[in-house]
C-alpha cells in the first residue's frame, strides 16, 4: 500500500523560507515520478514542481519558477519542496503526489497522478 506523509507546514512572513518533506512507503523504488501540487481557498489544484527519483532534471510552474527547489532522496524515498523568497500568494494546502508504478515522466497534469499525501498548510503573510 502506497502511503504519502508530508510535513514542515507553516507560517511564515512574506521574503522568508519554508521546506517541505514527503516520506513515501510501499512504492516500487525508481518507478514512478512525484509532484508537488497546491490549492487555493476558490482555486483549482494547481501543479508545483515535478521530478522522478534518479534523475536529475524537475520542472516547475510558472509562478515558482527560480524561487523553489524540488529534490528528492532515492535512497530514503523522501521528496523535498525548498520554498524561497516567498510571497501571500503562495498560501495554500499544499500535497505531494506519486504516479502510479510505470508512469515515469515529469508531468504536472493532476490525472496522471494515483497517490497523493494528506496535505500541509502554508500561509504566507505580508
Known amino acids: 500500500q502506497v502511503q504519502l506523509v508530508e510535513s514542515g507546514g507553516g507560517s511564515v512572513q512574506a521574503g522568508e523560507s519554508l521546506r517541505l518533506s514527503c516520506k513515501v512507503s510501499?512504492?516500487?523504488?525508481?518507478?514512478?515520478?512525484m509532484g508537488w501540487f497546491r490549492q487555493s481557498p476558490g482555486k483549482m489544484r494547481e501543479g508545483v514542481a515535478t521530478?522522478?527519483?534518479?534523475?536529475?532534471?524537475?520542472y516547475y510552474g510558472d509562478d515558482v519558477v527560480g524561487r523553489f527547489a524540488m529534490s528528492l532522496d532515492f535512497a530514503s524515498d523522501t521528496v523535498y519542496l525548498q520554498m524561497n523568497n516567498m510571497v501571500p500568494e503562495d498560501t495554500a494546502v499544499y500535497y505531494c503526489?506519486?504516479?502510479?508504478?510505470?508512469?515515469?515522466?515529469?508531468?504536472?497534469?493532476?490525472?496522471?497522478?494515483?497517490?497523493w499525501g494528506q496535505g500541509t498548510q502554508v500561509t504566507v503573510s505580508s
Open positions: 503526489a506519486a504516479t502510479a508504478t510505470g508512469l515515469r515522466r515529469w508531468t504536472l497534469q493532476l490525472d496522471d497522478y494515483t497517490y
Open positions: 521530478g522522478c527519483p534518479g534523475l536529475e532534471k524537475t
Open positions: 510501499g512504492h516500487d523504488r525508481g518507478r514512478y515520478c
